[in-house]
């Protein structure tokens, strides 16, 4: 009998502590359970939170692009248009800043360097995210395969060597007999565009533009290139298959302009879902009317 009262005192003095003990409700909210109906004021206050510091993360700094030739006809629309989209661009000249009087210079970092020099290079690269090459020339066949051809190898080189994410070449369409007649010129583009899928096989883009107009400055003088090509995009550029005619079927290769070249010049640079590989100039004109 003792034992049976025993344990109903102890019984008794455990639901005592319990029903003293604070509840905390799924509102956040802690209440004594020896509240009662005629006592609703025993509810007591939300738990104090305090809040987290909070800490400023620093936004991501904008991707750095390097553009060889910038300073030239597609080079410089090329660095206006990364400039607009908000990149930070830089470019490489053998004097370092060129003698452009134009807003948009003063924005571009110049690197001073020689692309024939491979050791050059090599700082130009640095945080680089991708470069885009717009180098090219005409002269002599050897001076031709130099420019066009081993110049741009030596950077592509340099950039998978420094593990550049992206590179953009600015080669040129096939124009039949036109590719004998300028032997080095072409012979210097393909073998850079072939060095280019060999050492950029996932991030590496060729575009091959016919003739590109545009306002062209040599020196002082601006040549308004689009009095001519402008309305030869428009008639050619719906004749596709004329191009395969032999002979001259490559003659037909519609112009494009200078914008539309830096515009998807850009965004292949940029867009990790471009894809890589060859783009004609049909390509060029498509990708440049997408937002």
């Not at 248009?81 to 830089?90: N, Q, T, W, Y």
């Not at 036109?178 to 393909?190: A, P, S, T």
């Not at 200078?258 to 049909?282: E, L």
């Amino acid at each position: 009998m003792r034992s049976a009262v025993a344990r109903l005192i102890r019984s008794s003095s455990s639901a005592s502590r319990l029903s003293s003990s604070p509840v905390l409700l799924e509102t956040g909210k802690a209440f004594s359970s020896n509240a009662t109906p005629s006592d609703p004021k025993h509810i007591e206050e939300p738990f104090k939170v305090e809040e987290a510091e909070t800490v400023k993360v620093k936004p991501p700094s904008p991707e750095k692009l390097l553009v060889l030739g910038g300073s030239g006809f597609v080079g410089s629309h090329v660095c206006k248009e990364a400039l607009d989209k908000g990149f930070v661009v830089s470019s490489l000249n053998r004097s370092g800043k060129p003698s452009v009087s134009e807003s948009w210079a003063d924005k571009v970092i110049w690197n001073q360097g020689n692309l024939l020099e491979p050791a050059s290079l090599k700082d130009a690269m640095d945080d680089v995210s991708a470069v885009i090459s717009c180098v090219g020339g005409f002269g002599s066949s050897s001076f031709m395969y130099k420019i066009n051809g081993t110049a741009n190898i030596n950077a592509i080189r340099a950039a998978a060597e420094k593990g550049v994410k992206r590179f953009v070449y600015v080669s040129a369409a096939d124009f039949g007999l036109v590719n004998y007649l300028l032997k080095g010129y072409y012979d210097g583009k393909r073998a850079a565009e072939a060095e280019l899928l060999s050492k950029f096989t996932y991030g590496g883009v060729i575009l091959r533009p016919g003739f590109i107009h545009g306002t062209r400055r040599v020196g002082s003088v601006k040549i308004p290139l689009s009095v001519v090509g402008a309305p030869m995009e428009m008639v050619l550029q719906n004749a596709k298959p004329l191009t395969r005619l032999p002979v001259v079927g490559p003659l037909l290769t519609p112009p494009v302009s200078v914008t539309s070249v830096a515009k998807v010049a850009v965004r292949a640079a940029t867009d990790p879902v471009f894809p890589p590989g060859i783009v004609d100039v049909h390509g060029i004109m498509r990708y440049s009317e997408q937002k």
